[in-house]
């Protein structure tokens, strides 16, 4: 079973991200379940604007793409900015909506048997609007998200340090994106067992 991490920060490469050190403990936890691990970190890539699989020459989203439908898992990792998802985070999303119209031979929406989760880091409040905003999606476009499939850290309301400055909370935050990597492997091998079919007519 594969798994793909989607980082949505808003740092380039090298800098150091807060969500994919979070992240990197769900992933962990994923590994221990035998669960092979790709992250991409999208803030990188030239993903065009829109809301189809494709968006013409130099859109970076196919190669993304193609890791989507190669994993059963996937888990968007976002920011906290002004108590929302990522800028990044929301293209990701725009990108994944054309999944919604896209079936396989049998009829099947490619988002179908699959499971989604959410990792959050900030150092202000508005970390569960941000867990609804994107499971609220994921499931718009198909994907399955188990209860509790999401982890978070932040320090409250107001500016602060930041995960990788703090330890305060680890703890809380690493236990729940070890069990929220435990329920997302747990459904995708119950839907992997016993998958959904094409929607009724």
Known sequence: ??????????KPTPQDSNTHALASVVADALRERGVEVDDVRAVDLDIKPGVESHMGPGDAWPEVREKVLAS???VIASPTWLGRPSSVAQRV????????????????PLAYNR????VVTGNEDGAHHVVSEITGALGDIGYTVPGQAWTYWHLGPGPGPDYLEERRGHDWSHK????????LVGVARALEATPLGAPPE
């Not at 729940?176 to 329920?183: F, I, Y």
């Open 115 to 118: 499971v989604g989760g959410v």
């Open 176 to 183: 729940t994106g070890r069990a929220m990597a435990a329920n």
């Open 1 to 10: 079973m594969r798994a793909l991490i989607i980082n949505c920060t808003l």
């Open 93 to 108: 999303l725009e990108r994944l909506d054309a999944m919604i119209a896209e079936t396989d031979d049998d009829g099947v």
């Open 72 to 74: 059963r898992i996937l």
